[in-house]
């Protein structure tokens, strides 16, 4: 019975091990300081999740793991409920990049991915709303897709626009050059 519970607890730490193994030291050394701050103000998180954000950037394709455990730390902190949704669909009007393909959002409720015509034919485009913290899109396709359900918004900022996808948060940049390294 001893020897079980001690192989349980030896399982137990190589697990936690494993899965702190593909976390970067710099990742843990960023939630330390987060956590540590008795009552964090929404500036604090915004600090906190932009030093996520950058240090993703960081990491090549080879070191996807060591995004994924930032990713899993990013979704942790979504944006508040009670923000100012007026506020947030201006400042999502404009040219956005992902590490696939731009995008120009644009006042009127409408995106579109660039370039907007490409040998006569129009890029995929779509709608958009903002609602609290929770970011609505569609693409006009035929068959129409079915309502867009939201996803949570995690940080929208004049440079950087990041929102949870339900499976992995989405990360762009203001303007027309994302930083990936291969």
């Known amino acids: 019975m001893l020897l079980r519970g001690i192989a349980t607890l030896v399982f137990a ?13 710099q990742l843990v050394e960023l939630r330390s300081r987060f956590e540590a701050i008795a009552h964090p103000t929404e500036a604090d998180r915004v600090r906190y999740i932009m030093s996520l954000v950058r240090l ?24 508040p409920s009670e923000v ?3 506020d947030l669909r201006k400042r999502i009007v404009g040219q956005w990049t992902s590490p696939r393909h731009s ?19 129009q890029a995929t485009h779509g709608v958009w709303h903002i609602e609290r913290n929770t970011f609505f899109q569609n693409a006009l396709v035929k068959p ?7 996803e949570t918004m995690i940080i929208l900022t004049d440079t950087d626009f990041v929102w949870s996808t339900h499976i ?9 050059v994302y930083p990936w390294r291969d």
């Open 13 to 25: 730490a190589a697990c936690a091990s494993a899965a702190s193994a593909d976390e970067p030291k």
């Open 56 to 79: 993703r950037e960081s990491f090549t394709r080879a070191d996807y793991k060591k995004m994924e455990a930032i990713d899993t730390e990013v979704v942790k902190h979504p944006m």
């Open 84 to 86: 100012d949704s007026a």
């Open 103 to 121: 995008y120009l959002y644009r006042a009127n409720g409408t995106w579109t991915m660039l370039p907007e015509f490409e040998d006569g034919m």
């Open 144 to 150: 129409p897709e079915p309502p867009d359900r939201g």
């Open 168 to 176: 992995a948060p989405y990360y762009m940049r203001r303007g027309d």
